[in-house]
């Protein structure tokens, strides 16, 4: 990562437009930003489930480690253990917020539907 090369630069415009459309989200209304994250977290934790279980299986010494087939792939470089900590931490903080956005999900049905009576009541 010293040297700037294509892969990195690939890299640093993907990382700024996910940053980009979450700060899209942010500015959303309550109910259109609450519909992109229960669209958008499933598929970010699939991606670091896949990513962090790659990386414990197959690094040298894990349950698939050591067959010769690990030491050619295309991911070898990821098999580390900063690459597993930063996805495993990534995982927590991805599954608690995606918990969170169920949980506001409840609430705000839950105001619509109170809001829905109120109004039944005063007609």
């Known amino acids: 990562m010293d040297k ?12 700024a437009f996910l940053g980009v459309s ?5 500015n959303m209304s309550e109910e259109l930003a609450l519909q992109y994250w229960l669209a ?3 598929v970010r934790l699939l991606f670091l489930f896949v990513v ?7 690094k040298p010494g894990g349950l698939l480690g050591s067959a010769t087939i690990t030491k050619a792939s295309i ?5 580390n253990s900063l690459v597993f900590a930063w996805g495993f931490f990534e995982l927590a903080a ?21 809001k829905i009576l109120a ?5």
């Open 22 to 26: 979450d700060f899209t989200a942010a």
């Open 94 to 114: 991805w599954f608690w917020v995606f918990t969170s956005v169920r949980d506001e999900r409840r609430e705000l049905l839950k105001r619509r539907q109170d």
């Open 52 to 58: 962090t279980g790659y990386v414990y299986l197959f």
């Open 40 to 42: 958008a977290v499933p």
């Open 4 to 15: 700037p090369s294509d892969a990195s630069a690939f890299i640093a415009i993907i990382i």
């Open 75 to 79: 991911g070898e470089p990821l098999q």
């Open 119 to 123: 109004e039944k009541d005063t007609l």
